[in-house]
């Protein structure tokens, strides 16, 4: 079975460093981009950015540039995404997804997401 | 940069009913548009990618139309299984990729 999962719920305050992990199984993972979309409590999804674990190619959403930091261990497939100073603004579910790439039709969606991580930032 | 809206924010809505959800890009994004469904307290879901391609196992009461600006998911009976909020996502201008505001679609 395809999957992606999760590292588990974190409560941190303001300052403190975070990395948060998802790892895939199921599939090669070097062959596919891993994303990472944060929903806010009550609110919509934000792509935040992207990674190749091939070649750790990384590109970020330029809401997300510099406040975050994404990376990729392919020896054990697994994807993270860390802070270096967490605000209360970080309080959300962050989700990893895998990216789809179709030729025909021509396409590109998050076909795989993981069961997300709850981050509560809070003093 | 792509904006994406989404009409109507929220709709209530009887097993059975016929559902449209329109999503509409600023600019042509051909038929690089995703739909995906989000039940409470769960991950969110890919219904239909390329803008009317059904994603495999999902059922065919789903169906997605609409090639450059415009837009539409419908449902063609509702189940209630698919009460739940529905997003659109461009993927367009990857890797840059916007998703829509969501619509809610609840019990009437």
């Known amino acids: 079975e395809v999957q992606l999962v999760q590292s588990g719920a974190e409560v941190k305050k303001p300052g403190e460093s975070l990395k948060i992990s998802c790892k895939g199984s199921?599939?090669?993972?070097?062959?596919?981009?891993i994303g990472w979309v944060r929903q806010m409590p009550g609110k919509g999804l934000e792509w935040m950015g992207i990674i190749y674990p091939g070649d750790s190619d990384t590109r970020y959403s330029p809401s997300f540039q510099g406040q975050v930091t994404i990376s990729a261990d392919k020896s054990i497939s697994t994807a993270y995404l860390q802070w270096s100073s967490l605000k209360a603004s970080d309080t959300a579910m962050y989700y990893c997804?895998?990216?789809?790439?179709?030729?025909?039709?021509?396409?590109?969606?998050?076909?795989?997401w993981g069961q997300g991580t709850m981050v509560t930032v809070s003093s | 940069d792509i904006q994406m809206t989404q009409s109507p924010s929220s709709l209530s809505a009887s097993v059975g009913d016929r559902v449209t959800i329109t999503c509409r890009a600023s600019?042509?994004?051909?038929?690089?548009l995703n739909w995906y469904q989000q039940k409470p307290g769960k991950a969110p879901k890919l219904l239909i990618y390329?803008?009317?391609s059904l994603q495999s196992g999902v059922p065919s009461r789903f169906s997605g139309s609409g090639s450059g600006t415009d837009f539409t998911l419908t449902i063609s009976s509702l189940q209630p299984e698919d009460f739940a909020t529905y997003y659109c996502?461009?993927?367009?201008?990857?890797?840059?990729?916007?998703f829509g505001p969501g619509t809610k679609v609840d019990i009437k």
């Open positions: 199921g599939y090669s993972f070097t062959s596919y981009w």
């Open positions: 997804v895998r990216r789809l790439i179709v030729v025909v039709p021509a396409a590109d969606a998050f076909d795989i």
């Open positions: 390329a803008a009317s």
């Open positions: 996502q461009q993927s367009y201008s990857t890797p840059i990729f916007t």
């Open positions: 600019q042509s994004i051909s038929s690089y």
